[in-house]
């Protein structure tokens, strides 16, 4: 099994719908990441939490709400999805210090 | 926030040498650099803490001048495995040590 999953992997929905990204890792690491990759933009930050009860906005939350349902899950949800939401999501974790961020395989969310 | 990458795109035979640079407006903390391939996930190369430090990793290394809140990345003797897109990621160390990333460079290696 991979370190972090995301589903679901594709999702195409329609303007206005709610949808949920979800994402779980068995790293053990306390922080974790929902990023947003569009082309030519690089990645960007969205939301990150380092606990359970810790949640914090990123560059571009407007639009977004997520939760932090365990150390393990963090789920990233559009309230009202809209068009200029299509795009790559990844979800990361982190243990700090001098280590990287392992990365999901994404999800591509298409918003007709 | 975003770094700077340069250049966009870059093309090489194998074989061949190439540095991506990667420059912030803000003091650094720390700097991250990534590689993604096609449809998958960016995958962590190495991580670069203090100022002139240099690390390496197998034929890629890299380097960082805080004094010039730059790093660049060298990959040598380019394989084709290292086709993909690098990223940088900057930390600034406060407010919580975020990672914001550059917006890529896009290596190609052909025979």
């Known amino acids: 099994d991979a370190d972090v999953t995301q589903t679901p992997r594709n999702r195409i929905t329609k303007t206005g719908k709610r949808i949920m990204l979800e994402c779980s890792q068995t790293?053990?690491?306390?922080?974790m990441y929902w990023y947003r990759q569009d082309p030519g933009l690089g990645l960007r930050l969205i939301y990150y939490s380092f606990d359970v009860k810790d949640i914090n906005k990123g560059e571009i939350s407007d639009g977004y709400s997520v939760s932090r349902q365990a150390q393990a899950k963090f789920s990233l949800s559009l309230e009202s999805a809209i068009p200029n939401q299509t795009a790559l999501y990844f979800c990361a974790t982190s243990e700090g210090g001098e280590n990287g961020y392992t990365f999901g395989s994404g999800t591509r969310l298409t918003v007709v | 926030q975003q770094p700077v990458q340069s250049p966009q795109a870059v093309i090489l035979r194998e074989g061949e040498d190439a540095v991506i640079n990667c420059s912030s407006s803000?003091?650094?903390?720390?700097v991250h650099w990534y590689r993604q391939k096609h449809g998958e996930a960016p995958v962590f190369l190495m991580i670069?803490?203090?100022?002139?430090e240099q690390k390496g990793h197998e034929k890629i290394s890299a380097s960082f001048n805080e004094k010039k809140q730059q790093s660049s990345l060298y990959l040598t003797a380019s394989q084709l495995s290292y086709s993909g897109t690098y990223f940088c990621?900057?930390?600034?160390?406060?407010?919580?040590?975020?990672?914001?990333f550059g917006t890529g460079t896009r290596l190609t290696v052909i025979p």
């Open positions: 670069l803490l203090k100022g002139g």
């Open positions: 990621g900057t930390v600034r160390g406060y407010p919580a040590n975020n990672l914001f």
């Open positions: 790293k053990g690491h306390d922080r």
């Open positions: 803000k003091a650094l903390y720390s």
